[in-house]
């Protein structure tokens, strides 16, 4: 018997943004999936606009799983997780004991088939990278979203993404932000209307 998936099942039951009041809460199975949207989406963005070559399954897969070790460790919050370095080395080695319990949690012949989406050190360079920016945007289209339902308790947290966008931005994300983004901070109904005049 293997309790791993039903591990994973269980992080619809984790909420991201735990000291903050929320409009809408978020949980990491939801954020998962989309950071694993919007990542494959930044390594198409790549090879198709800028000569990449990202394996953009892959890509997704990584993301899929990016968080999945906080069915272990819980969401620390960030302020907290990067309160100084010394926590944030703390946490990555708890983050890897966490990985590394959920992988010993399957039957031996799939270990390695999933150690390789779940623990980063198998990432490559580029694949680290955009994950991160997925990540990253997921968390400012939170932010986003909250703003625009009134929430200003989150307007300080949009000013910390927008700087650590700007250090991780590159062409690709330069045009998934320009074409995508602006759609996050109208309503359903301007979406409708905008789309049928358009047709």
């Known amino acids: 018997m293997s309790h791993f998936f039903a591990h994973l099942s269980r992080l619809k039951l984790i909420n991201r943004w735990s000291l903050m009041r929320n409009q809408r809460t978020e949980n990491v199975s939801e954020h998962s999936l989309q950071v694993a949207f919007v990542a494959h989406a930044l390594a198409i963005i790549n090879n198709r606009k800028f000569d990449g070559s990202l394996h953009a399954e892959r890509i997704a897969l990584l993301a899929m799983y990016h968080d999945a070790a906080e069915v272990i460790t819980g969401d620390m919050p960030t302020p907290i997780k990067y309160h100084n370095s ?86 690709a994300m330069d045009y998934f932000m320009e074409i995508f983004i602006p759609s996050f901070s109208i309503s359903f109904d301007e979406m409708y209307h905008e789309e049928h005049a358009v047709n």
Do not use: W
């Open 86 to 171: 010394q926590i944030a080395h703390e946490y990555k080695k708890i983050e890897k004991m966490a990985q590394q319990k959920l992988i010993s949690m399957l039957p031996a012949e799939l270990q390695n088939d999933f150690d390789c989406l779940i623990d980063e050190c198998h990432y490559s360079e580029d694949e680290r990278r955009i994950v991160k920016q997925a990540d990253v945007l997921c968390a400012y289209l939170k932010c986003l979203e909250e703003l625009s339902a009134g929430n200003n308790e989150f307007s300080q947290a949009k000013a910390r993404l927008e700087k650590m966008l700007t250090a991780l931005k590159n062409p």
